[in-house]
């Protein structure tokens, strides 16, 4: 158990690495930029009846009902069956062009501000994935650090163990002391199994971060403080609560709903639409001309007067959803105010439980120093020595955690306040 854990089938080498992989694989931006890809159609839907619109249309007509009368049409006029051809067809084009669509081109200009709003959050979906990939990185790091504590500690118990089992031999020491020394053996074999399991789930983890089912581990020579940096040039750092995406996002949406509030207004207005049709006849007897070919051209006024209170409705509805987008946004401006003040506040925080780890850990080094030096002295118990190691190993371990908590909370403070491009 005193050998390294084997090392991960994938080694992340440097934050371009990770943005490469998170370009290709990540699911959360894939679907963020597929809803940019949404609006954009949604928006051209939105177009389309302002636009015109060119139709074609043909049919066929064959009587199977036909009687006997005098074609009039003929030359000389002779009897004939009824009606004559008895199939008859035409096709032709219809020209729609609407001249008056107040409603269709307000829409379309709420359609481009969904495509904003969408953009907005993919761009915060940038900074939530950068976050997630940096925190997975320093886990990892933690973990394998960890595992690499617990086994020096394993290797002092065993040390510690095999010294009493020398003494016990000379009658320096008693069997009970060896039984506590085994105690501890057994222990910090227990560390190293967890922290082994640790070191494979944050591995995991950083493996979905990247957006594989695979485990990625860190390069042994990376260096956090340098990814940090790099990380950071990655994102560019706001100002204020509002220039947060998520808040921005969230002010597009209030302003999508107003805006639908609005559109109801339009569909008390008329449209009016010109309209042109070319038809060809294959029987020309039947055209208002006399001929194969009719061409016409009119306009169209329709005037929605009563629609049983459909409008009504729609605005209910609409200005319900208003309310609600509005609430969102001051919901979403509060927690972000917490949020950013919660992260700055743990820098301060982790910086000074750091100072305090390392004096505890200087503090418990020392202990277990004199412990030791008391019990091959005879003076000092093995419990003494036990308990003062346990507490070196927890000691040192937590200042390892303390370390990269800071780094976390440097990268989490930061990117409360940033945008991010991946």
């Known amino acids: 158990m005193l050998e390294d854990p084997p090392a991960a089938p994938n080694q992340l080498s440097d934050w371009r690495q990770a943005l490469k992989l998170i370009r290709s694989n990540s699911s959360l931006l894939k679907t963020a930029r597929s809803q940019v890809d949404v609006a954009r159609g949604q928006a051209r839907q939105a177009l389309a009846?302002?636009?015109?619109?060119?139709?074609?249309?043909?049919?066929?007509?064959?009587?199977?009902?036909?009687?006997?009368?005098?074609?009039?049409?003929?030359?000389?006029?002779?009897?004939?069956?009824?009606?004559d051809p008895a199939t008859t067809w035409n096709a032709g084009l219809n020209l729609?062009?609407?001249?008056?669509?107040?409603?269709?081109?307000?829409?379309?200009g709420t359609a481009k501000q969904a495509i904003n709003a969408r953009q907005l959050e993919a761009q915060d979906a940038e900074r939530l994935t950068v976050g997630d990939v940096a925190n997975a990185i320093i886990q990892?790091?933690?973990?394998?650090?960890?595992?690499?504590?617990?086994?020096?500690?394993?290797?002092?118990?065993?040390?510690?163990?095999?010294?009493?089992?020398r003494r016990a031999r000379?009658?320096?020491?008693?069997?009970?002391?060896?039984?506590?020394?085994?105690?501890?053996?057994?222990?910090?074999?227990?560390?190293?199994?967890?922290?082994?399991?640790?070191?494979?789930?944050?591995?995991?983890?950083?493996?979905?971060?990247?957006?594989?089912?695979?485990?990625w581990g860190v390069a042994p020579n990376i260096s956090l403080d340098a990814l940090a940096v790099q990380a950071r040039n990655s994102c560019e750092e706001q100002k204020s609560i509002d220039a947060r995406l998520d808040v921005r996002a969230a002010e597009a949406n209030a302003e999508i709903a107003r805006r639908n509030v609005?559109?109801?207004?339009?569909?008390?207005?008329?449209?009016?639409?010109?309209?042109?049709?070319?038809?060809?006849?294959?029987?020309?007897?039947?055209?208002?001309?006399?001929?194969?070919?009719?061409?016409?051209?009119?306009?169209?006024?329709?005037?929605?007067?009563?629609?049983?209170?459909?409008?009504?409705?729609?605005?209910?509805?609409?200005?319900?959803?208003?309310?609600?987008?509005?609430?969102?946004?001051?919901d979403r401006k509060r927690e972000a105010r917490v949020e950013v003040d919660r992260a700055l506040r743990s820098i301060r925080v982790a910086e000074a439980n750091l100072v305090v780890s390392t004096r505890a850990a200087e503090i418990a080094r020392q202990s277990a120093r004199f412990a030791q030096i008391t019990f091959l002295n005879g003076t000092g118990?093995?419990?003494?020595?036990?308990?003062?190691?346990?507490?070196?190993?927890?000691?040192?371990?937590?200042?390892?955690?303390?370390?990269?908590?800071?780094?976390?909370?440097?990268?989490?403070?930061?990117?409360?306040?940033?945008?991010?491009?991946?």
Not at 67 to 75: L, P
Not at 96 to 108: E, G, N, Q, T
Not at 263 to 291: F, K, M, Q
Not at 406 to 422: G, H, N
């Open 49 to 83: 009846p302002a636009l015109p619109s060119l139709t074609g249309d043909a049919q066929i007509n064959h009587h199977l009902l036909r009687g006997e009368g005098v074609d009039i049409f003929a030359t000389p006029p002779q009897t004939t069956s009824l009606p």
């Open 262 to 330: 609005k559109s109801v207004d339009y569909l008390y207005v008329p449209t009016i639409d010109g309209v042109s049709s070319a038809t060809y006849w294959s029987d020309a007897n039947r055209t208002a001309n006399g001929e194969s070919v009719t061409w016409t051209i009119g306009a169209v006024l329709s005037w929605n007067i009563y629609d049983g209170g459909f409008r009504y409705g729609t605005r209910q509805v609409n200005e319900a959803q208003l309310a609600i987008a509005q609430e969102s946004v001051i």
């Open 381 to 422: 118990t093995s419990f003494d020595m036990v308990d003062t190691a346990r507490t070196q190993r927890e000691a040192e371990l937590d200042v390892t955690l303390k370390e990269f908590e800071l780094l976390r909370a440097k990268i989490t403070a930061f990117l409360s306040l940033a945008s991010c491009q991946v």
């Open 170 to 215: 000379l009658g320096s020491a008693s069997a009970v002391d060896v039984l506590r020394m085994e105690q501890e053996v057994e222990r910090a074999r227990q560390q190293v199994i967890n922290a082994d399991e640790a070191i494979r789930r944050s591995r995991e983890n950083l493996g979905l971060a990247l957006g594989t089912s695979d485990a």
């Open 96 to 108: 729609r062009v609407p001249l008056l669509a107040s409603k269709a081109w307000y829409d379309r």
């Open 140 to 165: 990892v790091v933690t973990a394998e650090r960890a595992a690499e504590v617990s086994r020096v500690s394993l290797r002092s118990a065993l040390s510690n163990l095999e010294l009493n089992r």
